[in-house]
Nanobody, 124 residues
Framework: QVRLVESGGGLVQAGGSLRLSCQASGRTFATSGMGWFRQAPGKGRELVSVFDWLGGEYYVDSVKGRFTISRDKLKNTVDLQMNSLKPEDTAVYYC??????????????????WGKGTLVTVSS
């Protein structure tokens, strides 16, 4: 049974940092098959960061230069280092994993598996 468990969320002041981690179990995913998504209050879920099908790092424009994704394939984890956090980063952050790459040729793919999410709250 595949499980994705996120950790590292919390309350932080604007300008602060948090590091999210996602532990996968039940199977090993390709590097391009794991990524981070978020859902802010009243909004839909959006892709935040993944490794694309060629191994490059992809970030949504609003987090470029502030967030960094990393992957430890041996540990089967994917982390998201979030710096210079802003109130608009407040959201539930989800780890997603897919049977294939989550971003191919500029197109996002829907994960097959989801974690339960971890709440990140950034105060102003």
């Amino acid at each position: 049974q595949v499980r994705l468990v996120e950790s590292g969320g919390g309350l932080v002041q604007a300008g602060g940092s948090l590091r999210l981690s996602c532990q996968a179990s039940g199977r090993t995913f390709a590097t391009s098959g794991m990524g981070w998504f978020r859902q802010a209050p009243g909004k839909g879920r959006e892709l935040v960061s993944v490794f694309d099908w060629l191994g490059g790092e992809y970030y949504v424009d609003s987090v470029k230069g502030r967030f960094t994704i990393s992957r430890d394939k041996l540990k089967n984890t994917v982390d998201l280092q979030m710096n210079s956090l802003k109130p608009e980063d407040t959201a539930v952050y989800y780890c997603g994993a897919g049977n294939g790459a989550l971003r191919v040729d500029g197109r996002n793919k829907e994960p097959n598996y989801w974690g339960k999410g971890t709440l990140v709250t950034v105060s102003s």
